[in-house]
């Protein structure tokens, strides 16, 4: 069964930080792009980074450079996000998504809850 289950969302405090984990199964993980995005009640979903399979390429979108970072661990099937000096903007759904190169997106995984609140 093809799984891609986020972890590591909850509440935190502005200007705290987070690690969320992409735990995939059931699939070649280790031939799939991975990304990371996002989507806020009422908001469009965002793009936030992607790595390549052999994690030769990462890619942040522009607004979260310096802030968040992506990585990869293909031994544990596993996508990383580090997210630093959170916002109340920062608050939404975070999911993954794995593609195969420039292709859409072959698998969802349901998110996790990102809160950021004093």
């Known amino acids: 069964q093809v799984q891609l289950v986020e972890s590591g969302g909850g509440l935190v405090r502005p200007g705290g930080s987070l690690r969320l984990s992409c735990k995939a199964s059931?699939?070649?993980?280790?031939?799939?792009?991975i990304d990371w995005l996002r989507q806020a009640p009422g908001k469009d979903r965002e793009f936030l980074a992607s790595i390549g399979p052999n994690s030769d390429f990462s890619h942040n979108a522009v607004s979260m450079k310096g802030r968040f970072t992506i990585s990869r661990d293909n031994a544990k099937n596993t996508v990383y996000l580090q997210m630093n000096m959170l916002k109340p903007e920062d608050t939404a759904v975070y999911h993954c998504?794995?593609?195969?190169?420039?292709?859409?997106?072959?698998?969802w995984g349901r998110g996790t809850q990102v809160t950021v609140s004093s």
């Open positions: 998504a794995a593609r195969l190169g420039v292709s859409p997106y072959t698998y």
């Open positions: 059931g699939f070649a993980f280790g031939s799939y792009w």
